[in-house]
């Protein structure tokens, strides 16, 4: 069982489609992070939102669009992505970004597959 | 920056013996240490975390993980592996406001 909760678990799409993941976080934290898991890759932070605004965006390429309409809710909109995209994509949070407080929770993942 | 070195990106135990699972840190100032463990298919699932308490931290399923400030490192053990252990395992750092995770180590469970 987890706080944070991911849909769909699994996504398959065209390169010329729309789609996008979301997550949404029952933990009452303030800070939100996507993250992209590749295989025989170490994890890659995308994005990340504390208090609602962008804090981070490493260097993601732009047909990855982040939302974040409320500490509670993140969405990640896809759009003509390429086969190279396809991997697990996870949603975490954490309390707030700093100290103790920094423990990071995820969710379960979506897999994305790019044909 | 912070670097997170997991040593082993493979791992093989028989079922009943030891594992070992090694983590290095770069950072001289101790920071926050993490373990994750991933099954297939699934999330990451926090198993432990040290936060300057207690060296020697224990977490869920019999693991351990012990900070030693003199070699940088958070190797985690459990004295007795069981197939349900099969998985991959990440160390994690956390330092200021910023999460560092190691690349991973599968553990194996030989029956």
Same mark, same amino acid.
């Given at each position: 069982?987890?706080?944070?909760?991911?849909?769909?678990?699994? =996504?398959?799409?065209?390169?010329?489609?729309?789609?996008? =993941?979301? %997550? /949404? &976080?029952?933990?009452?934290?303030n800070a939100m992070y996507w993250y992209k898991q590749s295989a025989k890759k170490p994890l890659?932070?995308?994005?990340?939102?504390?208090?609602? /605004?962008?804090?981070?965006?490493?260097?993601?390429?732009?047909?990855?669009?982040?939302? %974040?309409?409320?500490?509670?809710? !993140?969405? !990640?909109?896809?759009?003509?992505?390429?086969?190279?995209?396809?991997?697990?994509?996870? %949603?975490?949070?954490? &309390?707030?970004?700093?100290?103790?407080?920094?423990?990071?929770?995820?969710?379960?993942?979506?897999? !994305?597959?790019?044909? | 920056? #912070? *670097?997170?070195?997991?040593?082993?990106?493979?791992?093989?135990? *028989?079922?009943?013996?030891?594992?070992?699972?090694?983590?290095? @840190? *770069?950072?001289?100032?101790?920071?926050?240490? +993490?373990?994750?463990? #991933? @099954?297939?298919? #699934?999330?990451?699932?926090?198993?432990?975390?040290?936060?300057?308490?207690?060296?020697?931290?224990?977490?869920?399923?019999?693991?351990?993980?012990?900070?030693?400030?003199?070699?940088? *490192?958070?190797?985690?053990?459990?004295?007795?592996?069981?197939?349900?252990?099969?998985?991959? @395992? +990440?160390?994690?750092?956390?330092?200021?406001?910023? +999460? @560092?995770?190691?690349?991973?180590?599968?553990?194996?469970?030989?029956?």
């Open positions: 069982e987890t706080g944070v909760t991911q849909t769909p678990r699994h =996504l398959v799409m065209g390169m010329t489609n729309k789609k996008s =993941l979301k %997550c /949404e &976080q029952h933990l009452g934290h890659e932070l995308m994005f990340v939102y504390n208090f609602k /605004e962008q804090t981070e965006n490493n260097s993601v390429p732009s047909r990855f669009s982040p939302e %974040c309409p409320n500490s509670s809710h !993140l969405f !990640l909109h896809l759009h003509t992505l390429q086969p190279e995209d396809s991997a697990l994509y996870l %949603c975490a949070s954490s &309390q707030d970004r700093g100290g103790t407080r920094n423990t990071i929770y995820f969710g379960e993942g979506s897999w !994305l597959t790019v044909v | 920056a #912070q *670097s997170v070195t997991q040593l082993g990106s493979h791992v093989s135990v *028989s079922e009943g013996a030891l594992v070992l699972l090694r983590c290095n @840190y *770069s950072s001289s100032v101790p920071p926050y240490l +993490f373990w994750y463990v #991933q @099954y297939p298919n #699934q999330g990451l699932q926090l198993l432990l975390k040290y936060t300057s308490a207690a060296t020697l931290v224990k977490g869920i399923n019999g693991f351990e993980a012990e900070f030693k400030k003199s070699e940088t *490192s958070f190797h985690r053990t459990k004295p007795t592996a069981h197939m349900s252990d099969a998985a991959e @395992y +990440f160390c994690a750092v956390s330092e200021g406001n910023q +999460f @560092y995770f190691g690349t991973g180590t599968s553990l194996t469970v030989i029956p």
